[in-house]
């Protein structure tokens, strides 16, 4: 089971313009890896607060894939549209906003998890990392770093 190229960018959203003074994404030598993406949605973040607080499981979740798909129109443009140059994902490192004791972060990133193998099929299986934080950048509950791999990639 292969990308679905079709169905990616029906999928796909414009891609989140960077919000402070970064670029969205590098490549070099093969690897690209974005800078964070949060789950932005018409410019505006479609899920605030903390999980455990402010926002359940199941919302984190949804946010996650918002984020994912952010993730995704990313790598599209810095593939200049051009996914036959995408290898696979490498590594997702998820940061979720949450109170002390929650616990449920890889619960909430298997939301981004599912979206990127249902959508890029065996190049989306990835290493992942969960992390727990106390608050992240505009209220979000997560944001999601991608790193990943492609073929005949230059310095962009």
């Not at 679905?4 to 093969?30: E, K, N, W």
């Not at 996650?64 to 798909?69: Q, T």
């Not at 298997?110 to 505009?138: K, M, N, V, W």
Request: aromatic share 6%; charged share 15%; hydrophobic share 45%.
């Amino acid at each position: 089971m292969g990308i679905d190229i079709a169905r990616l960018r029906t999928a796909l959203p414009p891609a989140p313009s960077p919000v402070g003074l970064y670029d969205r994404g590098v490549i070099h030598r093969g690897f690209g890896v974005l800078s964070g993406q949060f789950p932005l949605a018409g410019g505006e973040l479609s899920t605030k607060g903390r999980l455990g607080v402010e926002v359940t499981v199941d919302q984190g979740r949804a946010a996650a894939r918002v984020a994912a798909l952010n993730a995704l129109a990313q790598i599209d443009v810095l593939l200049e549209h051009d996914w036959s140059r995408f290898h696979r994902l490498l590594r997702l490192d998820g940061v979720v906003a949450s109170e002390p004791g929650f616990t449920g972060q890889p619960a909430v990133l298997d939301g981004a998890s599912e979206l990127f193998i249902q959508l890029l099929g065996p190049a989306g299986q990835h290493a992942r990392t969960a992390i727990g934080a106390a608050a992240l950048p505009l209220n979000a509950p997560l944001e999601l770093i991608l790193t990943f791999s492609c073929h005949d990639a230059e310095v962009i």
